[in-house]
């Protein structure tokens, strides 16, 4: 079945430090890939997306490319801020179906 | 802001009891997804509700089951609650239910706790 394994956390920085965040994944066929984040207490929010193979999503300075090749799609933030803490979780959907299943989260912190 | 709206937002439970919890859709999305989350873990699909049918399951027992009005929100039940329930329920819509890519919008959730 579908599964997405991504770094086990706390990952914790300082401010302005480079973030990155390890997801891999299996799937039959070309799922679309996604980050969500969630902040304490909250729900979750789409951070980026990819629909297919070498497609990047980014936003508000994070990116990640989609790799078929490795079955990656890690996650980078060049100069993270106190505000990025949060829990981010890889999520993969297939073709068919809305169903997204998650991996695990990373707890990220980051420090003034 | 995604314009999913849970509720409640926490309860708490008695081992055995049952528990209804409420979603409303965002506009115009008809499809409306439920997920488990429990503490410290990622969110685990528990069904998909189109056009008022089940329209997809994940590795839930029958004690889940679920709701869909003909205004799109939804409804999740959980008969003889377990103490291992206690989790964030995610409710989550989108405006088709076979499209890859499509954005799913998440509500903040609702915590429940068994005891």
């Known amino acids: 079945g579908d599964s997405v394994t991504q770094m086990e956390g706390p990952v914790t920085l300082s401010e302005e430090a480079f973030l990155t965040i390890n997801c891999t994944y299996t799937?039959?066929?070309?799922?679309?890939l996604f980050w969500y984040v969630q902040y304490p207490g909250e729900g979750l929010q789409l951070l980026l997306k990819?629909?297919?193979?070498?497609d990047k999503g980014s936003n508000k300075g994070f990116e990640a490319t989609y790799r078929k090749e490795t079955t990656s799609f890690h996650l980078e933030k060049g100069s993270v801020q106190v505000s990025d803490s949060a829990v981010y979780f890889c999520a993969l959907m297939r073709a068919a179906g809305n169903k997204l299943t998650f991996g695990g989260g990373t707890r990220v912190l980051v420090k003034p | 802001e995604t314009g999913v709206t849970q509720s409640p937002t926490h309860l708490i439970k008695t081992r055995g009891q049952q528990v209804t919890l409420r979603c409303s859709s965002q506009s115009g999305h008809n499809t409306v997804s439920w997920y488990q989350q429990a503490l410290g873990q990622g969110p685990q699909f528990i069904f998909q509700?189109?056009?008022?049918?089940?329209?997809g399951r994940g590795n839930f027992p029958p004690r889940f089951s679920g709701l869909q009005f003909p205004n799109y929100s939804s409804e999740l039940n959980v008969n003889a609650l377990e103490l291992d329930d206690s989790a964030l329920y995610l409710c989550?819509?989108?405006?088709?239910?076979?499209?890859?890519?499509?954005?799913?919008?998440f509500g903040e959730g609702s915590w429940l706790t068994v005891v």
């Open positions: 990819a629909t297919k193979a070498d």
């Open positions: 509700y189109y056009r008022e049918e089940e329209n």
């Open positions: 989550a819509s989108s405006p088709t239910p076979d499209s890859s890519g499509n954005t799913i919008y």
């Open positions: 799937a039959t066929g070309y799922p679309s």
